[in-house]
């Protein structure tokens, strides 16, 4: 989906028009991949425009930086401030915002130590991700190419090269005639999607991956898991054999782009009856309660954006 340019960009603190947000071609980020990123949401709820889980992204992009040694000079409260400035400036909701801390133009080589320190955040209209019909689940497949192993490039930390692994799936899956794919470990159990964390439902257990199989700490996994607890579904977070895939009753996706995604089947195997089952609907209607403000926000995940004219995309 093309980007539809919006008014401002905050770049170190200050808001610039979207145009001067522009870098050098030398910068150590186009050479070596070096960037931190996240991906958030910010919703119209009844309420008006909120921020989903916004002190969470912005300490996810903090321990992103730090596992690369960048030094910040912004909180996370001062990342949670610049995304409300932006959309409130910006006047657009719902929208997807994109904080980005990255190495700029600065010297050559692979030592990053020299470059200086960007800091940007960009808010844009998006829609929906995987699917728009939310009542058919989508096709996915096993991917051919390995999720990023441990002690290679960190999963934990959402880094824009580890993208060029998740461009690899998805790209494979898109030739194939999938929606998305899904990644294994370097051991062979399921990792997690090009940009999505995975769930499974068994017999009514709740199932996903640990962050050990290189999954990145979604915070939509975390909600997830927290709504299941509210409900009381009993959860386990283990090693899933590729083919728990095919003999599982449910299977969904959750990201900030995918939401709660469910999967209809896996390799052409339908996954239980191919319709979105029970548990999967049940806790998509609980996130969509909380993030379009017809329940209570139980555990404060959204910051308010006073926008008086919000304009609904
Ligand atoms: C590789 C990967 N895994 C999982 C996720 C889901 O994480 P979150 O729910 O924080 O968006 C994403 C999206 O950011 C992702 O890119």
């Not at 461009?167 to 999607?193: C, F, H, R």
């Amino acid at each position: 989906m093309p980007i539809q340019k919006l008014e401002k960009i905050w770049h170190n603190g200050r808001l610039i028009p979207w145009d001067e947000a522009t870098l050098h071609v030398m910068s150590h980020v186009v050479n070596y991949g070096s960037a931190v990123f996240e991906g958030v949401r910010c919703y119209q709820t009844q309420g008006g425009a909120a921020i989903f889980r916004a002190q969470e992204h912005a300490q996810r992009l903090l321990n992103s930086a730090k596992i690369y040694r960048i030094d910040l000079d912004y909180s996370a409260a001062d990342m949670v401030a610049g995304m409300v400035e932006l959309v409130r400036a910006n006047r657009t909701a719902p929208c997807y915002i994109r904080p980005i801390v990255l190495r700029g133009y600065g010297e050559v080589g692979v030592n990053p130590l020299n470059s200086p320190v960007e800091v940007y955040i960009c808010n844009y209209e998006w829609g929906k991700y995987l699917t728009t019909d939310e009542d058919q689940g989508v096709d996915v497949c096993v991917s051919s190419w390995t999720r990023i192993a441990p002690n290679t490039l960190p999963a934990i930390a959402k880094s824009a090269a580890n993208y060029m692994n998740s461009q690899l799936i998805k790209m494979e899956a898109l030739m194939n005639g999938y929606v998305e794919g899904i990644a294994l470990d370097v051991n062979g159990y399921v990792s997690e999607g090009s940009g999505e964390n995975l769930f499974i439902v068994r017999g009514g257990t709740l199932i996903t991956a640990p962050l050990g199989n290189s999954v990145l700490p979604g915070i939509t996994r975390d909600s997830v898991l927290q709504l299941a607890r509210d409900r009381n579904l009993p959860i386990v977070e283990q090693m899933i054999p590729r083919e728990m895939l095919y003999i599982a009753d449910e299977v969904f996706f959750t990201g900030t782009a995918a939401e709660i995604t469910p999967i209809r089947s896996v390799d052409k195997i339908s996954v239980g009856k191919g319709t979105v089952g029970p548990i999967t609907r049940a806790l998509r209607e609980d996130f969509y309660g909380i993030v379009r403000g017809t329940a209570s926000d139980r555990y404060q995940w959204l910051t308010p954006v006073p926008v008086k004219q919000a304009v609904a995309v």
